[in-house]
T-cell receptor, first 112, second 113 residues
Framework: GENVEQHPSTLSVQEGDSAVIKCTYS??????FPWYKQELGKGPQLIID?????GEKKDQRIAVTLNKTAKHFSLHITETQPEDSAVYFC???????????FGAGTQVVVTP | ETGVTQSPTHLIKTRGQQVTLRCSSQ?????VSWYQQALGQGPQFIFQ???????GRGNFPPRFSGLQFPNYSSELNVNALELDDSALYLC????????????FGPGTRLTVL
């Protein structure tokens, strides 16, 4: 089955700096890669996703890149703000039903 | 548009007991997936329901079972609770045929003593 690894486990950045989180996956059949943000006491919130036929996608301060050959994808947050502080999860899905295999998460702390 | 809702918010049970968790899917969504999230870990896929039938299952024993109703709401049942079942249980809904996007509810925090 699919295995997703996520790094780093914690990331501390100064407000205004960029944050990068990297994930690798094992199943070459995976074709859908979402990113979720989870705040304390809440469920994961979908922030951006990318499909296997696209190499990069951007939404305001957030961007995701995908390298299918190397089986890795990354989340980039620019101009970080304190409200970006949360746990971020990458995930991969090998079918059209969206059954997700998650990474272990990255705790992002943005200090003013 | 109403989001995914789950009940109850918190639950405390003892080993060996049974528990039922409930989920109402987002308006217009016909597929429901359940995930278990242990403290400090990523969510793990339990199973998915589509058209009231189980549509795929993760690495969870048969004492984890589910139901989906005609209005697309769903239940997760866990029998013979074990201490390791303590976790946040998340429900996610999606609309088949319109991409894979899954939207999560706030979860039910289950504590097994």
């Amino acid at each position: 089955g699919e295995n997703v690894e996520q790094h780093p486990s914690t990331l501390s950045v100064q407000e205004g700096d960029s944050a990068v989180i990297k994930c690798t996956y094992s199943d070459s059949a995976s074709n859908y890669f979402p990113w979720y943000k989870q705040e304390l006491g809440k469920g994961p919130q979908l922030i951006i996703d990318i499909r296997s036929n696209v190499g990069e996608k951007k939404d305001q301060r957030i961007a995701v890149t995908l390298n299918k050959t190397a089986k890795h994808f990354s989340l980039h947050i620019t101009e970080t703000q304190p409200e970006d502080s949360a746990v971020y999860f990458c995930a991969a899905s090998p079918d059209s039903w969206g059954k997700l295999q998650f990474g272990a998460g990255t705790q992002v702390v943005v200090t003013p | 548009e109403t989001g995914v809702t789950q009940s109850p918010t918190h639950l405390i049970k003892t080993r060996g007991q049974q528990v039922t968790l409930r989920c109402s899917s987002q308006s217009g969504h016909n597929t429901v997936s359940w995930y278990q999230q242990a403290l400090g870990q990523g969510p793990q896929f339990i199973f998915q329901y589509y058209r009231e039938e189980e549509n795929g299952r993760g690495n969870f024993p048969p004492r984890f079972s589910g139901l989906q109703f005609p209005n697309y709401s769903s239940e997760l049942n866990v029998n013979a609770l074990e201490l390791d079942d303590s976790a946040l249980y998340l429900c996610a809904s999606s609309r088949t045929g319109v991409g894979n996007e899954q939207f999560f509810g706030p979860g039910t925090r289950l504590t097994v003593l």
